[in-house]
């Protein structure tokens, strides 16, 4: 665990700060959990207590009846009123709504996060004093809605997101500062391959780095945004309510939104009960009528073995993705609350043949490493050399949506594979498929199969008023330029008739800038959102500040 020097009230001496008086700050936004962290005055990361006292915060939001409450309070009361509870919202960012209406209402997800993200700017300013700059961490497999869908609930919450860093190359930054491989200057003693694998509350990934002297190279990274930790703990709401209908005549108490609440929360608390101990006795009443169960570690494991394959399966993926085997690895690196279940770590070490290996904590590192990063983007941004390189890949391919000459079907031509080094810039020619036509729409997508399935439509360009005579089969050449920071610009060009369009994508999916501007202004009235006052920092007693 890292030691941090002891904070006084002159947050200049007890944070770095950067050159423009900008403390770096990096915020975990996990799905169950979240957190924040920042540098000391010798630059090393250390972790914010929030106004309950802790160290990471619950990612849930309690719409009260004059009050919008985000924490363990918020946890508190989601048995008792569950139609005021918003949890597991990272699940849902990038789309347009919440996964369920919130008092009636449609309430998009970044409106959500940006509650949870308000709460700890609050509490971070308790301690560091006022903040505005921040690096917030994402899933590496979020596609780009998601990853502009975070942005979007970091400025409702009135902070300016300096980037986003993928959770897993965040973890393996501040590994390395914790465990010694990096020198004082932050570069490797000699070239580290680690696999890191990332088993969070409510998300998967796997990532490949290189770690060469100062440079951080992601080799190829895959996951699953709809695994973690949660799925684990609905197994076991699965072995509670099936023991209780056994005893109850078919009562499922899962279709009552307070069961069920009740049910996750003792399914959260038997899942770390296993994690420490051989078994778990669980007492759970619904309805007047109570029942008391024991489940064994060894039947917990049975439940959830097919979970367990689903992230074995994509870390082989990663490898062969990265085109090396296990011996290539010199480090495996295990991130996440949920990779301390003993089960993670056994399948784990007996698929690759390696020891395994902890952050200081898994709760914490994610944010540290993003708190290091944002160290780095102040220290450039002030004119000052980067103490270290990171190079991201892009985690879905790029493309896009054509019709098949021949099928006349649509096509995904790709332009941009998975796992590609960004920054980089490529293109490709396309014909268009008639004469005469009045407009060419260059539709951008994301993922997808070689027809388009399952992809993410992201934007599109479109080149109108063409002349009438412009013949079937006329060439047009499509670029796309994919920053480093994730941002794609595009550019389409007809080059029989000199006429090219070019724009930075806007995403197709989650807050429209009208509808950004709307709930803008509903966040910073005194009602609050949905016409409630926000009390996003509202203490354990109730009390305000």
């Avoid at 009235?525 to 203490?539: D, E, H, I, V």
Wanted: proline share 5%; net charge neutral.
């Amino acid at each position: 665990m890292l030691v941090c020097e002891p904070l006084i009230k002159n947050a200049n001496k007890a944070a770095w700060m950067s050159n423009t008086n900008q403390i770096a700050v990096g915020i975990d936004l996990g799905t169950t959990f979240s957190a924040v962290a920042y540098l000391d005055a010798s630059r090393r990361p250390c972790m914010i207590v929030n106004s309950e006292g802790d160290r990471v915060t619950p990612s849930v939001v309690l719409f009260d009846e004059s009050s919008v409450i985000v924490g363990k309070e918020a946890v508190k009361a989601a048995a008792m009123e569950p139609d005021r509870i918003a949890d597991y919202v990272k699940r849902d960012i990038g789309s347009p709504h919440f996964s369920r209406p919130i008092l009636g209402e449609q309430v998009p997800p970044e409106v959500i996060q940006s509650l949870i993200l308000e709460k700890l700017k609050n509490d971070t300013e308790k301690t560091l004093g006022p903040i505005k700059d921040v690096v917030v961490t994402v899933p590496a497999f979020f596609n780009e809605p998601r990853r502009k869908a975070t942005q979007d609930a970091g400025r409702l919450a009135g902070l300016n997101v300096l980037d986003v860093i993928n959770e897993p190359t965040a973890a393996a930054i501040a590994y390395g500062y914790q465990q010694g491989f990096l020198d004082d200057a932050g570069a490797a003693r000699k070239m580290e391959r680690v696999l890191v694998y990332d088993l969070g509350g409510g998300t998967f990934d796997v990532t490949l780095m290189e770690i060469d002297g100062k440079n951080y190279n992601t080799v190829a990274t895959a996951g699953d945004v709809y695994l973690g930790g949660l799925d684990w703990d609905r197994r076991l709401v699965d072995f509670i309510a099936e023991k209780y209908q056994e005893k109850y005549r078919g009562l499922d108490p899962r279709q009552n939104p307070s069961g069920m609440q009740k049910l996750l929360r003792e399914a959260e608390d038997a899942k770390r009960t296993l994690t420490a101990r051989d078994q778990a006795t669980i007492s759970f009443e619904h309805a007047g009528e109570g029942i008391r169960v024991t489940i064994t570690r060894e039947e917990f494991e049975s439940l959830t073995a097919d979970l367990v394959e689903r992230t074995l399966f994509t870390m082989r993926k990663v490898l062969k993705d990265a085109g090396v085997g296990w011996g290539d690895v010199t480090r495996l690196l295990l991130v996440g609350g949920s990779s301390r279940m003993p089960m993670i770590r056994r399948a784990v070490e007996q698929a690759s043949g390696l020891n395994s290996v902890h952050s200081a904590s898994e709760d914490e590192a994610v944010a540290q490493g993003a708190a290091i990063y944002a160290g780095l983007l102040l220290a450039v941004r002030d004119g000052e050399p980067p103490s270290m390189q990171i190079k991201n890949v892009n985690s879905h391919s790029l493309g896009v949506l054509a019709q098949d000459p021949e099928t006349r079907r649509p096509r995904n031509s790709v332009i941009i594979t998975q796992n590609t080094v960004l920054p980089v810039t490529k293109g490709k020619r396309f014909r268009t498929s008639k004469s005469a036509q009045k407009n060419i729409a260059v539709k951008v997508i994301e993922g997808g199969d070689s027809s388009g399935n399952n992809a993410t439509p992201i934007g599109q360009c479109l080149i109108d008023n063409l002349p009438d005579d412009l013949p079937a089969g006329t060439t047009v050449e499509v670029i796309f330029q994919y920053a480093a920071n994730g941002r794609l610009k595009v550019r389409a060009r007809v080059p029989l008739i000199d006429r090219e369009v070019a724009m930075t994508i806007k995403r197709d999916s989650g807050l429209t800038e009208a509808t950004f501007r709307q709930w803008h202004e509903r966040l910073s009235n005194t009602a609050g959102p949905l016409g409630f006052q926000n009390q996003t920092n509202r203490g354990p007693n109730g009390e305000t500040s």
